[in-house]
């Protein structure tokens, strides 16, 4: 079994012959989804070449600005804070992000959080038809243009969109740097591409580590036979769990600053499962926060959900818990850091939880770049397993579509 993850599940899964066959396809790349397997070799769009350009691009942007806005939404959005806030920012540009609401109390916020600041602003929109990115496109480039006069708004709009698109020669018009956002990737599988590596790098992610990361995990993952496939035993073991009637799958951690982590988790699998009738609907957890509130329906409510615990083991930080002369009924405290109290807390939620509903445990050794990129790669090759296992294509979002339509069609489309 790899190391750059380890796993453990409640109970065995059989490994049939139509697992072995589906993760033999998937290993390769099937022909049906050719259009939307652009990640599976990461070397593709998170290569040595995408990397480099990626980071001169940001180079670009943080001459001339400190705070990267970058627009976008779902796909759009969410591996960039999935990464910046699961490693923090050591260095780089401040990122802010626009374009995934509509409320107006938020933009107010954050045209407030602008000012006195300098900064570029990258549109991302595979499709450039969304509306959410589409207003935060408007109101920003009216706050640029104001600033800097249209030239110097210009110099500061990067659009990210498909290549041959309208978007594209609003770009060319328009003097805009332009970002091809892969035409074989759907949005939330785009982690591992220019997508977010211009702004990863641009908020000072190390994303050669990241895309380093990804790549030792597609050659463990794409090469491992059946038994010893952590992906595999992954996506049939939520098969498994919904096979016996369990209906939600709740993501926990003890490190919160995972929290965007989760939201990126959550888009991939409610969005490439949750069609046909079928699918898991995945939540996350934020332990040991919500201990004191999910907690108690996990332990004690319906038995509806089954949990994935997101190990780490080493926090990147350790802290004494200092004792005193005062008498506060915490003594068994003494002499213990925060790393061992929330290390205990987390075994011992874990056994806890067991007894009610089954558990996976995935066991990452830190929070870094590498492990993030790894992690990406884990869960999208599990969601495509996991889709093919449930008989759905884990590529589409028909559902999505039909908010949209309503939408449009109140808004005069
Ligand atoms: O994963 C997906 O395909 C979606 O979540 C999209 O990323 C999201 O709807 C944004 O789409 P677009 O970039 O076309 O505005």
Same mark, same amino acid.
């Given at each position: 079994?790899?190391?750059?993850?380890?796993?453990?599940?409640?109970?065995?899964?059989?490994?049939d012959?139509?697992?072995?066959?589906?993760?033999?396809?998937? @290993?390769?790349?099937?022909e049906?989804?050719?259009?939307?397997?652009?990640?599976?070799?990461?070397?593709?769009?998170?290569?040595?070449?995408? &990397?480099?350009?990626?980071?001169q691009?940001?180079r670009?942007?943080?001459?001339?600005?400190?705070? $990267?806005v970058?627009?976008?939404? *779902?796909?759009?959005n969410?591996?960039?804070?999935?990464?910046? *806030?699961?490693?923090?920012?050591?260095s780089?540009?401040?990122?802010?992000?626009?374009?995934?609401?509509?409320?107006?109390?938020?933009?107010?916020?954050l045209?407030?959080s602008?000012?006195?600041? /300098?900064f570029?602003?990258?549109?991302?929109?595979?499709?450039?038809?969304?509306?959410?990115?589409?207003?935060?496109?408007?109101?920003? %480039?009216?706050?640029?243009?104001?600033?800097?006069?249209?030239?110097?708004?210009?110099?500061?709009?990067?659009?990210?969109?498909?290549?041959?698109?309208?978007?594209?020669?609003?770009?060319?018009?328009?003097?805009?740097? $332009?970002?091809?956002?892969?035409?074989?990737?759907?949005?939330?599988?785009?982690?591992?591409?220019p997508?977010?590596?211009?702004?990863?790098?641009?908020?000072g992610? /190390?994303?050669?580590?990241l895309?380093r990361?990804?790549?030792?995990?597609?050659?463990?993952?794409?090469?491992?036979?059946?038994?010893?496939?952590?992906?595999?035993?992954?996506?049939?073991? %939520?098969?498994?769990?919904?096979?016996e009637?369990? %209906?939600?799958?709740m993501?926990?951690?003890?490190? #919160?600053?995972? %929290?965007? $982590?989760y939201?990126?988790?959550?888009?991939? $699998?409610?969005?490439?499962?949750?069609?046909?009738?079928k699918?898991?609907?995945? &939540?996350?957890s934020?332990?040991?926060?919500?201990?004191?509130s999910?907690?108690?329906?996990? @332990?004690?409510?319906? #038995?509806?959900?089954?949990?994935?615990f997101?190990?780490?083991?080493?926090?990147?930080?350790?802290?004494?818990?200092?004792?005193? /002369?005062?008498?506060?009924?915490?003594?068994?405290?003494?002499?213990?850091?925060?790393?061992?109290v929330?290390?205990?807390?987390?075994?011992?939620?874990?056994?806890?939880?067991?007894?009610?509903?089954p558990?996976?445990?995935?066991?990452?050794?830190?929070?870094?770049?590498?492990?993030?990129?790894?992690?990406?790669?884990?869960?999208?090759?599990?969601?495509?397993?996991?889709g093919?296992?449930?008989?759905?294509?884990?590529f589409?979002?028909?559902g999505?579509?039909?908010?949209?339509?309503?939408?449009?069609?109140?808004?005069?489309?």
């Open positions: 079994m790899d190391e750059l993850i380890r796993i453990g599940i409640s109970g065995n899964s059989r490994i012959e139509g697992a072995e066959r589906i993760l033999a396809a998937a @290993q390769k790349g099937e049906c989804y050719k259009d939307s397997l652009g990640w599976l070799d990461p070397s593709k769009w998170a290569g040595e070449e995408w &990397v480099e350009r990626s980071i691009l940001a670009k942007a943080s001459a001339i600005a400190d705070t $990267f970058v627009i976008g939404i *779902g796909g759009s969410n591996s960039v804070r999935a990464l910046l *806030g699961a490693v923090g920012r050591k780089g540009m401040n990122v802010v992000y626009a374009g995934n609401t509509l409320s107006s109390y938020a933009y107010r916020e045209i407030e602008l000012e006195g600041h /300098d570029v602003i990258d549109c991302i929109a595979k499709n450039f038809e969304t509306l959410e990115p589409g207003v935060a496109f408007r109101v920003l %480039r009216d706050l640029l243009v104001k600033r800097y006069g249209k030239a110097g708004a210009s110099e500061r709009i990067f659009c990210t969109g498909t290549p041959g698109s309208y978007f594209e020669s609003l770009a060319a018009k328009e003097g805009y740097a $332009f970002i091809p956002f892969p035409e074989d990737i759907g949005g939330r599988y785009t982690a591992l591409s997508v977010h590596l211009v702004p990863m790098a641009a908020g992610a /190390d994303i050669r580590e895309a990361g990804a790549a030792d995990m597609a050659h463990i993952l794409r090469t491992s036979p059946a038994k010893e496939n952590s992906a595999l035993l992954y996506a049939l073991a %939520r098969n498994r769990f919904y096979d009637g369990y %209906r939600i799958e993501l926990s951690a003890f490190e #919160p600053r995972l %929290r965007w $982590f939201k990126w988790w959550e888009q991939l $699998f409610a969005e490439s499962e949750g069609k046909d009738g699918g898991l609907f995945p &939540v996350a934020e332990f040991s926060e919500e201990l004191h999910l907690g108690q329906f996990i @332990q004690d409510g319906s #038995p509806i959900l089954f949990e994935t997101l190990d780490v083991r080493d926090p990147g930080a350790s802290v004494m818990i200092p004792s005193d /002369d005062v008498d506060d009924r915490f003594g068994y405290l003494d002499g213990l850091t925060m790393e061992m929330n290390r205990i807390a987390e075994e011992a939620t874990i056994k806890a939880h067991s007894k009610r509903c558990c996976i445990r995935l066991s990452i050794s830190e929070i870094s770049e590498y492990s993030i990129g790894a992690l990406f790669y884990f869960f999208a090759f599990s969601c495509y397993l996991s093919r296992i449930l008989g759905v294509n884990p589409d979002q028909p999505v579509e039909e908010y949209k339509k309503e939408m449009f069609c109140s808004l005069g489309k």
